[in-house]
């Protein structure tokens, strides 16, 4: 397997590119950048062309590397210096490098010998200066621009041509790229770049990192000034970098999780670290690196410097290195040769100089731009053709990375460049980078000013780095998690890490894995992975109540099962009970406190079953016999990760969400209110302010619930592993956390690399599905881990994983049991309990919190709302969960909360993806595999054959609420009836309760149907759907409209996410009459508008490099070869909250402050007494007159 995930990451890279789609060729156009970045960039150009994509390369006339090199279109352009002016500039630039070591951001900025940069950035006003070339940009129709973004010129292109931007970058220079991608970058444990600190920061660097965060937004933008000032004259009004980041579609990042440190990403952040591992080729002597060697077009454009000049410039700056190691940002750059960076950034001006080659791009029809970003033309030539771009990179230049995917960067463990700190910081350490990110946002626009101020005069309007590259579409970035730390991601971010590394050879033999389900529909789609992992070799042990709904044994796995003090008559009464409360009209504090006595004794019996299976010596002695690797679970039932932490083995969470936002505090991943609905709001990512306000609050009023399900896990954690556990630490324990959902789903939202999306694994026939009940899986957990038998068998088995849905978190408590890693398979958990459990940013700002009912652009008081949900669900996930932590706590003879049991999740794997939900920060073990149960359409049976063939032209509608809805009150089932006798389609309707006698003769009952197949077939008009996430997939794989009744869980959320992409319509099933469901019909069947978003979505869901299944079983087997995951576990899992934050570094440096202001008032109020004090008056002597 290993071997075919290498060998496809190159694929992987370009597929990401193409617009259209793998069957049909596109047009790109590539702003590249000069020197080593065109070594990889140039490999995905050369797939692109292989792929029959017709490239527009655009280039300037001097240049190291960038020549025609093979069969791609080039457009070149004149620039105002020769190559000789370059180099020459370039070598002072490195020789003033060797003595600038140990300096800060503002001292490296100032040492810097700024002739270079100015070449460097202004180049893109060549390019706009050559009206041939701007006329054939703006007239070629190209879909996409593919740039690097560290000159900019790529980003101002692609904003000017209006076009999506592919950023192709190692990182991006200062604090650009965390804004680009509204990435998090918490300081407490991403440290900055250029301070050389690890993510395990001391108090001194993490002060560090604060203050040179500080001196990134301070000065940053002074060193790009030249690339925004061009930019700003293009476009005619002031340019930022934010504005050039930020438009990037995707981040192409040449790094991983090898090499960087852990942290939250975004979706559009897509990792490619070792892209360019491969044998290279001989150099020639007169350039550098940019030469036709593959079968493109190559368009070049003269430049007014030579080889000569690029090569003496770069000879000084490149001597110039060897003096300013580990000084800061600002020092570096006012050290740099500012002659070569002229050159390098002012290239890009020749490029639109030549009006020949402008208008050849304008009038060619590009799909798209590959570009390094580095020196910003491609950002710029994407921006000026309005073509989308895919940036080729290591890394952006500054922030820039950041700000154009908007992705969070905390600087408390996510280090800024050239700090050359690790993710672990010391306090010293996050203060500097702090500190260097501010220098980043003072300096950073200085060192572009070329670039932006070639953008500027391009645009006749002012541009910045962010302008350029925020219009990037995807990034494309040569690193992965091996590499950099963890930290979070954005969904466009693409991890190509060793693109050109030699695929490794397979496994030659299995390995051993522990599987602690969740009951209910959880079960189905893990079935499916399950049965995938046994077919290829791997010995698959399932460790269940004997009370339980669907999980049976069968062929593909070991059964272990134990006794829990309850009957099935009794679990089967328990549901029921609740699901009646669904459909009660007038809802009341009564109904509420119904819910949550139901909950509260459903919870029990779940913590019950936990406690139990912890408990059993027999069972627990076999399991850690066992030996396994990895422990697979859903951590919304916890008892799964304290078992994994039992036995010490690494866990892999399978999950669709966790509640209270665990999810985020396991991962570590940035969860901001501001654009990511909490669970149940129904917001989307574009909340009102009001909507934004709920997202705020929302979260407080289901701590009460949370608490009832997940806080006991916290006790029982700490009883079993000897310890003080929390929810966070039983959460934070998994090496992979697998999200079934994606992005076609979800929202954007920065990501953790430790995150992967699987949604869509689930799209195949199901069975009947049951709705989870906390108590009655507490009860499971604790027969579970109380049978003395069951655990001493699992021991004894020598698992290598353990596979648990986490949504209640017994897996995870048997996996701490067992010492197990743990890959939790899941949906999603409540409260953003998946993304607390992976430490993954989750910002209330654009990020919809469940059950807002906001999406991820929010008004005002949508984001109060998004943010008081976030603030409260944590109190009601921790009464849902604390039973889990204090069974986890008992069992594992520690203190343990439902959060240490989700943070030892090796690899969370999620049934979702960003087609369904909105984008957002990602961690890197967060594997998304949305779509995982779309199955291939299986003929229908000949009952159903008969329906469909019968329906005429007019077609049929698959009605089905999913199995927890087997009976409808008769008022509202006779509603539902007379609607759907109003159109003239055949309903096939999933009902099992008494039949309507308003029943009309186009509507079937049926006990039972092949809802995957019938939604295949040409004549399913549209799909009556609860808005389970399976169902969604299910009509999202198949591209049918949907009506959706959301009636409990995340459904509301799901069927939000649907209704703001145009894919459906939803209703409320307590409060909607006959007309309303009966227009909502007409409308998703007659309406073409809906039938074109959901295949769009289809489209866009089943456009992906790798099944959902594949990913899935991928993720799952790398836990199992490596005993676990810990290079994707960040660093925030170590940190305390209020390192975590920066506040210790915050209050320590405003002590600085006030104490400084102390004194200089003392100093003053001094000076003023002895210099405007009233002088004492002396005392006059009055003589006595003599009489």
């Not at 490999?43 to 190291?64: A, D, F, K, N």
């Not at 789609?525 to 044994?553: D, F, T």
């Not at 979800?746 to 195949?764: E, K, L, Q, S, T």
Request: glycine share 4%.
């Amino acid at each position: 397997m290993a071997s075919r995930v290498l060998a496809a990451l190159l694929p992987l890279s370009v597929c990401l590119l193409l617009v259209p789609g793998p069957t049909e060729a596109g047009r790109l156009l590539v702003v590249p950048m000069d020197g080593s970045h065109w070594f990889t960039m140039s490999s995905v150009v050369e797939q692109l062309v292989q792929r029959g994509h017709e490239i527009v390369v655009v280039m300037p006339e001097v240049s190291w590397q960038l020549k025609k090199s093979f069969n791609v279109t080039v457009k070149t352009y004149s620039l105002s210096y020769s190559l000789e002016d370059v180099n020459r500039e370039f070598k002072r630039y490195v020789d003033v490098q060797w003595k600038i070591r140990d300096q800060n951001f503002l001292s490296m900025m100032m040492a810097t010998p700024t002739q270079f940069f100015e070449y460097f950035f202004s180049h893109c006003k060549s390019v706009f200066d050559d009206r041939k070339l701007i006329r054939y940009l703006e007239e070629t129709s190209f879909d996409a621009v593919f740039l690097d973004p560290f000159d900019m010129c790529g980003l101002i292109i692609a904003k000017y041509l209006s076009l999506p931007s592919v950023v192709f970058t190692r990182g991006v220079f200062c604090h650009y790229q965390d804004e680009g991608t509204q990435c998090p970058s918490p300081l407490s444990y991403v440290p900055r770049g250029l301070l050389a600190l690890s993510d395990t920061m001391t108090f001194p660097e993490r002060v560090w990192n604060l203050l040179f965060h500080v001196q990134e937004h301070l000065f940053c933008r002074y060193f790009l000034k030249v690339a925004t000032d061009v930019a700003s004259e293009i476009f005619q009004t002031t340019i930022t970098p934010y504005d050039l980041y930020s438009q990037a579609s995707i981040w192409l990042l040449r790094t991983d999780f090898v090499l960087d440190y852990p942290r939250p990403v975004m979706p559009n952040m897509v990792f490619i670290g070792g892209i360019n591992c491969h044998a290279g080729k001989p150099l020639t002597e007169v350039s550098w690196q940019l030469k036709k060697s593959l079968n493109f077009t190559a368009k070049t454009y003269s430049l007014s410097y030579s080889l000569e000049d690029l090569n003496h410039e770069f000879k000084i700056f490149a001597d110039h290195q060897w003096k300013i190691r580990g000084k800061s940002l600002l020092s570096a750059l006012m050290s740099l040769s500012s002659r070569f960076f002229d050159n390098f950034f002012s290239h890009c001006k020749s490029v639109f100089n030549d009006r020949q080659l402008v208008r050849y791009l304008e009038e060619t029809s590009f799909d798209a731009v590959l570009l390094d970003p580095l020196d910003m033309c491609g950002l710029i030539l994407a921006k000026y053709l309005s073509l989308p771009s895919v940036v080729f990179t290591r890394g952006g230049f500054c922030h820039y990375q950041d700000e154009g995917t908007q992705c969070p960067s905390p600087l408390s463990y996510v280090p800024r460049r050239l700090l050359a700190f690790s993710d672990t910081m010391t306090f010293w350490e996050r203060v500097r980078n702090l500190l260097s990110l501010v220098e980043e946002h003072l300096f950073c626009h200085h060192f572009l000013k070329v670039a932006t101020g070639v953008a500027s005069e391009i645009f006749q309007t002012t541009i910045t780095p962010y302008d350029l590259h925020s219009h990037v579409s995807i990034w494309l970035l040569r690193t992965d998690f091996v590499l950099d730390y963890p930290r979070p991601v954005m969904p466009n971010m693409v991890f190509i890490g060793g693109i050109k590394c030699h695929a490794g050879k397979p496994l030659t033999e299995g390995g051993k894995m522990l599987v602690v389900p969740m009951d209910g529909s959880h079960w189905l789609s893990m079935r499916k992975l399950v049965q995938e992992l046994h077919s290829r070799g791997h010995q698959i042990v399932v460790v269940v109540p004997e009370v339980n709904l669907y999980i049976k044994a069968e062929d593909f796995f070991t059964l272990k099962s134990y006794a829990v003090p309850f009957t099935q008559e009794e679990f089967q009464h328990i549901l029921v009970g609740q699901g009646k409360l669904i459909f009660e009209e007038k809802y009341s504090l009564v109904i509420f406190w119904k819910i949550m006595d139901i909950l509260k004794e459903i919870s029990q019996l779940f913590l019950s079953s936990c406690r139990e299976l912890l408990n059993n010596k027999d069972l627990m002695v076999s399991l850690r016999n066992s030996s396994f690797d990895v422990l697979l679970t859903d951590p919304v039932y916890p008892c799964g990760a304290v078992l994994a932490q039992y036995l010490s083995i690494p866990s892999v969470f399978f999950l669709r969400d966790i509640p209270c936002d665990y999810a985020f505090e396991g991962t570590q991943c940035p969860n901001p209110f501001s654009y990511i609905p909490k669970y149940l709001t129904a917001h989307s990512d574009h909340m009102t302010f009001l909507q934004r306000v709920k997202n705020m609050l929302y979260p407080l009023s289901l701590t009460y619930a949370c608490n009832i399900g997940l806080l006991p896990y916290e006790g029982l954690a700490s009883e079993v592993l000897q310890r003080e556990m929390s929810l966070g630490e039983i959460f934070g324990s998994a090496s992979v956390w697998l999200f079934r959902g994606d992005f076609v789903l979800d929202y954007p939202r920065p990501i953790m690399p430790n995150m992967a999306f699987i949604g869509g694994i689930n799209c195949a026939y199901r069975k009947p599905l049951s709705q989870e009940d906390s108590a009655l899986f507490l009860s499971f957990c604790s027969s579970l881990l109380y049978n003395k038998e069951l655990m001493a068998s699992l021991a004894a088995s020598n698992f290598d994983l353990m596979l648990a849905d986490p949504f209640l978190p017994c897996g995870p408590i048997v996996a701490q049991h067992l010492g197990l890693p743990s890959v939790f398979y899941l949906n999603a958990m409540p409260c953003s309990l998946d993304y607390q459990g992976a430490r993954c940013p989750n910002p209330p700002s654009y990020v919809p919190r469940s059950l807002s009912m906001n999406s991820d652009h929010m008004t005002f008081l949508q984001r109060v709302k998004n943010v008081l949900i976030a603030s409260t669900e944590s109190f009601l996930c921790s009464a849902v969960y604390s039973p889990y932590a204090q069974l986890a706590s008992e069992f594992l003879q520690k203190t343990v909360t439902v959060q240490d049991l989700m943070s030892n999740a090796s690899v969370w794997i999620l049934r979702s993806d960003f087609v369904n939900y909105h984008p957002r920060p990602i961690m890197p073990n967060m594997v998304f595999v949305g779509g995982i149960n779309c199955a291939n359409q299986k003929p229908l049976a000949q009952e159903f054959e008969a329906y469909v063939n019968a329906s005429g032209e007019h077609g049929i509608v698959v009605f089905s609420l999913g199995s927890m809805v087997s009976d409808i009150p008769e008022k509202k089932a006779m509603e539902i009836a007379k609607a759907l006798g109003t159109i003239p389609q055949t309903v096939l309707w999933r009902y099992t309760g008494t039949p309507p006698s308003n029943l009309a003769k186009n509507t079937k009952l049926v006990k039972w149907l092949p809802q995957n197949d019938l939604l295949g077939h040409p004549k399913t008009r549209a799909f009556i759907t609860h808005s389970g996430s399976h169902g969604i997939y299910e009509g999202i794989c198949n591209g049918v409209p949907m009506v959706m009744l959301p009636l409990f869980g995340d459904q509301m959320d799901n069927a939000k996410r649907m209704e703001s992409r145009g894919a459906g319509v939803s209703l409320n099933v307590l409060e909607m009459t006959s007309e309303d469901l009966s227009q909502a019909l007409k409308a998703v069947i007659y309406d073409k508008s809906y039938k074109e978003n959901i295949m769009r979505l289809s489209s866009l869901h089943k456009d992906r490099p790798i099944e959902p299944l594949d990913l899935a079983v991928f993720w799952v087997e790398f836990v199992m070869r490596h005993k676990g995951a810990p290079h994707l576990r960040p660093a925030a899992h170590d940190l305390t909250w209020y390192q975590y934050h920066s506040l210790d570094v915050i209050a320590f440096l405003l002590s600085i402050v006030l104490g400084v202001l102390f004194v200089v008032y003392k100093c003053c109020a001094f000076g003023c007494r002895k210099c405007f004090g009233k002088k004492p008056r002396g005392k006059k002597s009055h003589k006595s007159k003599a009489h």
